[in-house]
């Protein structure tokens, strides 16, 4: 044991820490494949005290602290490459005070989310944030990082979530912020300045999180199109027509993946270039016939060539599968990961342009195109050839990332929609913030981490 | 002209100033009662760049800016009383680009509030902040206040409309703050952290909106209530029975004013000590059945004594006066204006211990009840006798305020709910806010605000 992480132990004798080779690399890596962890030690708080004591001892030995969720993020956010000392929440996982009057739930940050989705339901309320690792992620992650997901479009982000945080600052301090309140304008909210901070400002060590009434029974629509051009299109009728809960695309190939890895059937038979998933409200199953004359109209325009609609709750499920199933199919090909959105208008004349650089670029690789259309938020996949080194593959992507950027850029897009920033994005934070703000976001993070520990390297340059 | 001011008039010739002595008066004040205007002058810029310029002329001088929208703040925060340069917004009021499929418009920060709302409601579509100053309140203001209002219950605070805000900071930058994104998750979030600061960081130049899809016909139903404690007894079966966008409370002292006021003939034949009033969705008046039921079922546990219900969009306004009249009608009294917020769970029983210390302690003033019951959020306004000096008043009601706030404290709320903090609540900030909290606001400040000119003295001690 090194001599600081045995004075930490002299301080903190109850604190669970591992240095074993199995756990520094466990909980060294999230979903990103990019990185080698190395983090000095694996520290597992039960308390709040025990984070600030945590925070004390780092500040008195310069340690650079990481903080560790479920880690399935995809920007490297929670990656400790560089004798970092974890911090992982998994013992903080207690549900905690129900208020069912405000609609509330406090909760630690180790919670998983799907854990926070059951506690709701069986309080006859429902938590709508939710996407592909909602049974492994972590609600601390979900509120550092911003989750976003599958229900953005009805429901928001996690941001909309958060009625109150508790947070350790980087200096140690303890704060109580907005307290749960639905009205609190009594100066700078600090709460929203902690979500999507990914760990470089403190630690969420707890979470007052809003619940609502459970939507309506949900119909899904599954519709095969004949071209990228369309999605927007077939977007617009339904959103005028229906009650949207999600809006999701995805290309021809992402679900000859989904098909080949799992026991699904094809959904269709023939195959289209492009698929979309919607997700309505369909109380007493009185929107099939408004959905089913959209659909009708789209299929006369030439925008749709097929379709099915769930007729349960089960089928409703397994169309869901073909979306969901995406991310795990491609995993073994190492994806490298683009996040990007922009202003939801400008989606046609962005994806246009994206297609035609895409195509040029990229001969060899193959790119899976997926994502949350309704929010503007698409998921670019670019697949590693099984023969080409994983640097030699990096940089490549890179390469082409300056242009799909300046692209984004030219739309005044997001270079990263829902994933963060993390390690894997931080030199590409110049193409959504000018210089002047990630000049003040770093004067921002002083205030709150004056020595610099808190996930260092991470989001800022 | 003070040497400084020809300065900024050889810099800027075509920026409007205005030094006359009624201009003076008018633009130093909100609606705040309690100070004696003085600014320097009033700056009336038209474009960014002369905002820019005054800002930088500011930093040059050492000159405080204080920002003016429409001035119907309740907290002094628009007041210049120490020789600022009041800056004006009433020139930048133009309704720029609408973006129907984002669904999305954006403003100057001049715009009036009802000016939006007329806008919107054009387009086929709702804006939905609302209150009783939208006809001459600005959006800048708005934003820079987080307003509230009567539908915060369904739609949220301001915070919630803001996609994306143009700033000048404090040391004269121009900021695009999240450029309307959907989802946008690349670092700190300025956006938010610029919504509620009124003024303090920088002055809002411009705003993308957004607009959502107007609510089906609305009823409004006024009841009569025999006691405080009933009021959210009859709050909570409303809100599982009907879907709410507005569930207000006031006490029949405070009607009595509205009664006194203007033209209206009292709602009930006998008095009750209270009322409430709600407003919720009435498709095809088929909401009608379910709201007479449950008022029936408030008749039968004895918490509600009468209640009338809207037969037409023109009956429903009327009723909607009673409420809306309240803070005019009291006007007149120069009210010493509480506003505070706990957790809804604990308003009955915040408001048992309010009564009993407000009756022990203003025997001889006049108590006005009112508010935003639904979000927890009360408006108590004590009226001046008019025997009684302003100041001596003002002490008076200051003394109360320390108890008040202490019960605030004990039950875990806001000390400003909607109304923000500004000159009249920034020594009582502590009520809501730790010092470790008020010591960071204080660091914010200066990355954004160097040399400490943006709206001096407001919000922070």
């Known amino acids: 044991m090194s001599p600081p992480l ?15 080779d199995n756990s520094l690399r466990h909980y060294g890596l999230d979903w990103t494949r990019y990185y080698q962890p190395a983090p000095l030690a694996i520290a597992q708080p039960a308390t709040v005290a025990e984070v600030q004591g945590i925070v004390r001892w780092a500040r008195e030995h310069q340690v650079a602290l990481v903080p560790s969720g479920g880690r399935t993020g995809l920007s490297g956010g929670a990656v400790a490459a560089n004798g970092e000392l974890v911090v992982s929440f998994e013992r903080m996982n207690r549900i905690g005070a129900f208020d069912r009057v405000a609609r509330t739930i406090q909760c630690e940050p ?4 799907a854990a926070l989705q059951q506690y709701a339901s069986g309080k006859g309320l429902y938590y709508p944030v939710d996407f592909a690792a909602s049974g492994s992620s972590q609600l601390g992650g979900n509120i550092a990082t911003n989750a976003g997901g599958i229900k953005v479009i009805r429901y928001g982000m996690t941001r909309e979530w958060v009625a109150g945080l508790t947070v350790v600052t980087g200096s140690g301090e303890l704060l109580e912020l907005n307290r749960g309140l639905a009205k609190n304008n009594t100066g700078y909210d600090f709460r929203h300045l902690f979500v999507g901070s990914e760990g470089t400002l403190g630690f969420v060590v707890g979470a007052t999180m809003k619940l609502t009434l459970p ?7 599954l519709l095969a199109l004949p071209a990228l051009a ?7 009728v339904f959103r005028e027509g229906v009650a949207l809960s999600a809006f999701e695309f ?7 993946h989904v098909l080949a890895h799992g026991q699904l059937a094809a959904p269709f038979e023939v195959r289209a270039p492009f698929y979309v998933l919607l997700e309505l409200d369909d109380p007493a199953h009185s ?5 089913l004359q959209l659909f009708e109209r789209c299929l006369e325009q030439g925008w749709v060539l097929d379709g099915v609609l769930s007729q349960s709750a089960q089928q409703a499920q397994q169309l869901w599968r073909y979306r969901e199933g995406i991310s795990e199919s491609i995993t073994p090909y190492t994806p490298y990961k683009n996040d990007i959105a922009v202003t939801i208008s400008r989606v046609p004349a962005f994806i246009a342009s994206l297609d ?4 040029a670029n990229y001969p060899d690789f193959e790119v899976i195109w997926y994502g949350h259309i309704g929010d503007g938020n698409l998921h670019i996949n670019v697949l590693k050839p099984p023969a080409l080194a994983l640097e030699a593959f990096r940089a490549a992507c890179e390469q082409v990332n300056e242009q799909v950027f300046a692209l984004v850029r030219d739309f005044g897009g997001s270079m990263s929609a829902e994933h963060g920033v993390g390690l894997l994005k931080r030199d590409y934070l110049a193409v959504s913030r000018s210089a ?3 000049a003040m976001m770093q004067g921002i993070k002083k205030v709150f981490d004056p020595d610099g520990i808190m996930n260092p390297g991470k989001l800022l340059p």
Chains 1, 2 share one sequence.
């Open 356 to 359: 035609a650089l895409l195509a």
């Open 230 to 236: 369309d999605v927007m299109r077939v977007f617009e």
């Open 436 to 438: 002047q703000e990630i």
């Open 110 to 113: 180790g919670v998983v989310t």
């Open 215 to 221: 939507p309506p029974p949900q119909a899904v629509l």
């Open 6 to 20: 045995a004075r930490l132990h002299q301080q903190l004798p109850q604190l669970l820490l591992r240095t074993d």
């Open 287 to 291: 929107g099939d016939e408004a959905a």
């Open 250 to 256: 995805f290309s021809d190939q992402a679900l000859g």
